[in-house]
């Protein structure tokens, strides 16, 4: 009985291994277990009995144990005795392998014929649910949908849920801005390499298995995305989400879908400035502080002398964006665009309680430690997204409001901010533009410049329209100001008030 408990078999199931080795005088047309492959259209490394196939009873043992054992390890993705997740799927890729990625430039080739879980719901089922108005049981069929890396599904599911949050804002047609940017015409493969824009970070450079092209492809988007959203200064999670995107769908739709995310009003999905980034790390070591003690108190235990636990968030985005493998991201991202940032804390919480369980001393320094973990997860994408899901009451409302003080406290200094300060150029000065204009006052224009978004002020101001010395005509306003971009009009009233727009 014990035995039977530890294969993970069932009395059945034996009954059925033995029947089938009564039969094994008659001819077979594939029976037993490779029968039951073949109707699933699946590959198994478990024995066959069968075929005319004749032993003797110490072979059959010897058989039997080996079924016994290989059942045992293939049983499920949600069972982690025996061999690791992580083993099992090196396995399954020996026997059949999976072709990388859906998109041609995406390392490994197009499409794939590999094994894949089965699929809770269908992509068409979730968009019924979602348009019905039944957002809780579409969230649950996204959590649920354990569909492979590779699995064509995503090219219709993510486009979807990115344009759940699309907005009136437009910022052009995507291949005229690369048009004017880079020279490059429609469908163009970059000839020379396309650099990552300055508020992507060079940790952030992550592409998930792109080759050169696909990368050129990724910066491309990223640098567009960054001239049309001028307010952004800092977003260390714009390069990665691109990256993933490509995968999946072709560059002017992944440019759409990542614009929608920047502009969603209704949920966070990616950082823009520096102090918000900082910010979610003080968040993130809250949330984990309040939702999961015993793992905030195990990793105090670990940390050495010169190590802070405020350190160690710091770099919490990195352990999924970087460390993460591509099998388990694109589960994480399937939830993150359902439901919003807060799927990015679970997976934190929940990548945190597993390392505390799974570490009791530590050579190296925490961080490296986490990292080092991560990257070699012995969990399967189902048990970690199970792990970051079983968080109770784990609410929006909670994470914005811990957001809200934590941001307020940064700018009131009370919080210190990260030790790794912004790399941003410094800011131009306004000073010469009083000179030749009699509108705004030197006080009025340096209060005004304080309000502007960073990535701005780091350009030289320039005079190009004044109705001193141009008139008040309509048409030479057009035509003075359409050459630059972006514009600030001041206007002053006979009362003396003045406004900015």
Known sequence: MSSRRNTGLSSSMMGQVV????????????????????????????????????????EFQRKLSTCLSTYSSNSSLESETGET??????????????????????????GSSGFRPKKRRKYDEI?????????????????????????????????????LHETKHTSGDYWDLVKDIFGHNRN??????????????????????LDESGVSLCNRICSVLIYSYPDITYCPWLCPITALFLHYMEEEKAYASVGNLLKATNKVFLTQARLQADASGMVA????????????????????????????????????FRDLPIHHMVRVMDCFLMEGVKVLYRVAIGILYHFTKMETFLEASVATAVSEHVRSLELSPARLMKKAFAIRNFRSAEIKSVTVKTTFDM?????????????????????????????????????????????????????????????????????KVEAYEPTLLVLKATSGEVRQN
């Not at 163009?188 to 298995?209: F, M, R, T």
């Open 127 to 163: 968009k019924t649910l979602v348009s019905s108005g039944k957002v809780n049981e579409a969230k649950g069929a996204v959590r649920d949908g354990d569909w492979d890396w590779s699995d064509e599904v995503r090219t219709r599911l993510w486009p979807f849920l990115t344009a």
């Open 85 to 110: 997740w992580r083993s099992r799927n090196q396995r399954r890729v020996s026997i059949v392998p999976i072709a990388m990625g859906l998109q041609p430039w995406v390392t490994g080739g197009q």
């Open 285 to 320: 070591l809250a949330l984990t502080k309040k939702f999961s003690k015993s793992t905030y108190s195990s990793l105090v235990r670990l940390l050495k002398e010169d190590e802070s636990v405020e350190a160690l968030f710091d770099s919490w985005s990195l352990w999924i």
């Open 188 to 209: 163009q493969i970059p000839d020379n390499k396309v650099l990552l824009p300055g508020p992507c970070p060079p940790e952030s450079a992550v592409y998930y298995k």
């Open 411 to 479: 700018k009131s200094n009370k919080i210190p901010r990260s030790g790794s300060s912004d790399s941003l150029p410094a800011s131009k000065g306004p000073l010469d533009i009083p000179n030749s204009s009699r509108t705004i006052t030197v006080k009025e224009l340096l209060g005004l410049w304080q309000w502007l978004p960073a990535r701005i002020t780091m350009q030289e101001p320039m005079l190009v329209y004044t109705t001193d010395e141009d008139g008040c005509s309509l048409s030479t306003f057009y035509h």
């Open 19 to 58: 029947e089938n080795k009564r039969r094994n005088s008659e001819p077979s047309t594939g029976g037993g277990f490779e029968s039951g492959c073949a109707r699933s259209g699946r590959k198994s490394s478990i024995f066959t009995i069968g075929e005319n196939y004749e032993f003797d009873d110490e």
